[in-house]
């Protein structure tokens, strides 16, 4: 016996679709919706031809004090209602009464707040110009070019590396052979080996093979797997596998077919081209969740609402539930299904509140980045956010996780405006990221044949006021992957 707290699936459900990312989240609901059939989504193009009736036929939505607050009888429990026994009608016509108005002021409530942001044409060609702009990741040369730099090969071994690596193509393969190179420079095909050897060593796995049955083998040696059935059907019977000549391997291994067939499954599951996690057309674009826009002096900052799915309990399942005729089960079933509906409704409305809450914080707290940039960010707690808001600072964290910030100085993790801070000669506070961009720059524009050392760092920032030490300069510089003075020195 042991006493532990455990988390309600309600509850356990609300964290779940706080922390999400929109994409995440859309899933999520799809699972919902598939699950409790009272749910059903509501079409932007159904919302839009709803206000324009309402407005046509003088329709007048109730005004709330804050249309962001869910309905007054949002609390409301149709499993609270008492069953009337030998008279069903009567108590069920009520409980239906209930149910109707509840659903139509979750109608009117996302009519008000959840319609989609309307873009103007010059908003559409920013965010247009913004995708054109993407920068290309790193290709798989210039990763294989880094790891040349990093790696124990001796100076005049490089140079044979940038020629090899120059003749691998965009899925890692070495399309050119060792004798065409030799003969092409005049390098010892013996000396290219050695070079290919180490290049075979780098990351990803299987990178500078010359066909695919080495490739394979790279990977498998590279996970110690010399030993196995794979491994030898790979290296012996490559053409009958390209053939899924399944019992021409078994009798050559002199092993079961099912065994062989096991050994294939896992080979299948090996990489046959290195480099297509490095191909440009597999960049992943991000979706920002929050929206921050100038408007004369102030900032207007918007969730993202026109992706998250618009729910609404039903009316068929609602006209179920008030026939007489309809037996107990289903009504129970009915009533269980439109709490859990009604609570997921709930828990989306509240999860875009709090995020559009943070996001104001954070737009008010780093005004001065939202206007000049990242040297005016600002030392800034999830603690100090949590305690405005009203939730607690694990909230915040969940909240923030997995989301980005469209701003004026482009877009960021909303992660990203939670640092810590160093306190300047005015008594000020600086943020860490600051500072650490304010290092990056001076290192920039250093003299290579007179590198700064940290010291000389530390010295620099604190004639501006800031008061930092040499083992946090030298962190920083760590994290920025910059080499210490002594390693960065051109002569």
Same mark, same amino acid.
């Given at each position: ?9 309600q509850?356990?459900q609300?964290?779940?679709l ?10 999520l ?22 206000e ?7 329709t ?13 009888d ?16 009567d ?11 509840l659903d ?20 559409e ?7 054109d702009?993407l920068?290309?990741?790193?290709s798989?040369?210039e ?5 040349v ?5 001796a ?18 393969y070495?399309?050119?052979s060792?004798?065409e ?16 050897k ?6 990803p796995?299987g990178?500078?093979?010359r ?12 996970d110690q797997?010399q ?10 019977f ?32 090996l ?13 992943q ?17 918007t969730?993202?609402n026109?992706?998250i799915?618009?729910?609404? /309990? #039903?009316?068929?399942y $609602?006209?179920?539930?008030? %026939?007489?005729?309809s =037996?107990?089960?289903?009504?129970d079933? &009915?009533?269980?299904?439109?709490r859990?509906?009604?609570f997921?409704i ?14 104001k914080?954070i737009v ?24 405005v808001?009203?939730?607690h ?15 004026p ?12 801070g ?9 943020s ?6 304010m /290092? #990056?720059?001076?290192? $920039?524009k250093?003299?290579? %044949?007179k590198?700064? =050392? ?5 010295? &620099? ?13 030298a962190?920083y510089?760590?994290e ?12």
């Open positions: 016996m042991s006493l532990q707290q455990v988390l309600a699936p509850l356990q609300s964290l779940q706080l922390q999400a990312p929109t994409l995440e989240l859309k899933a609901v799809e699972q919902e919706l598939q699950q409790n059939p009272v749910l059903e989504e509501v079409l932007v193009e159904d919302m839009e031809q709803k324009k009736t309402d407005r046509e036929g003088d007048t939505i109730t005004e709330r004090a804050d249309p962001a607050e869910p309905p007054a949002v609390n409301y429990d149709p499993a609270s209602e008492k069953d009337g026994g030998n008279d069903p009608v108590d069920f016509q009520a409980e239906f009464e209930r149910l109707t108005q139509q002021e979750w109608r009117d409530h996302f009519a008000q707040t959840n319609l989609p942001m309307r873009q103007s044409a010059e908003d060609e920013k965010r247009q110009f913004m995708f702009s920068v290309a990741g790193t798989l040369q990763n294989l070019m880094e790891q730099r990093l790696s124990d090969l100076e005049e071994q490089r140079p044979i590396a940038e020629m090899i690596i120059g003749n691998i193509d965009d899925y890692g070495l399309k050119t060792v004798d190179l030799a003969f092409s420079t005049g390098v010892a095909p013996e000396k290219i080996l050695e070079v290919l180490v290049i075979q060593s780098f990351h796995p990178v500078g093979a066909d695919l049955r080495e490739c394979l083998m790279l990977q498998l040696e590279r797997r030993d196995t059935i794979e491994y030898r059907i790979v290296n012996e490559m053409d009958a596998l390209g053939k899924r000549r399944l019992p021409e391997i078994a009798r050559g291994i002199a092993q079961d077919i099912e065994e062989v067939q096991k050994a294939v499954a896992r080979i299948a599951l990489e046959p081209r290195p480099g297509r996690a490095y191909l440009p057309d597999n960049d674009f991000i979706m920002p969740e929050v929206f921050v826009t100038k408007a004369g002096d102030e900032f207007t900052v969730t993202n026109e992706q799915p618009h729910l609404r /309990i #039903s009316n068929t $609602k006209d179920l539930m008030a %026939q007489a005729d =037996s107990t089960e289903v009504r079933y &009915i009533r269980e299904k439109i859990a509906g009604k997921l709930k828990s989306l409305q509240q999860r875009q509140q709090t995020i559009l809450n943070i996001g914080q008010k707290r780093q005004r001065e980045f939202m206007e000049k940039g990242v040297a005016f960010l600002k030392p800034m707690t999830m603690v100090q956010v949590a305690e808001v009203g939730v600072e694990t909230t915040v964290s969940r909240a923030v996780s997995g989301k980005y910030m469209q701003t100085q482009g877009i960021f993790e909303m992660k990203y405006f939670f640092t810590s160093i306190q300047t000669a005015s008594g000020e506070g600086m860490n990221t600051s500072v650490k961009d /290092i #990056s720059e001076l290192f $920039k250093e003299n290579p %044949q590198p700064l =050392s940290d010291q000389e760092i530390v010295k &620099i920032l604190g004639e501006k006021g800031i008061v930092i030490a040499r083992r946090t300069v962190k510089r760590s920025l992957n910059i080499l210490p003075s002594n390693l960065r020195k051109v002569y």
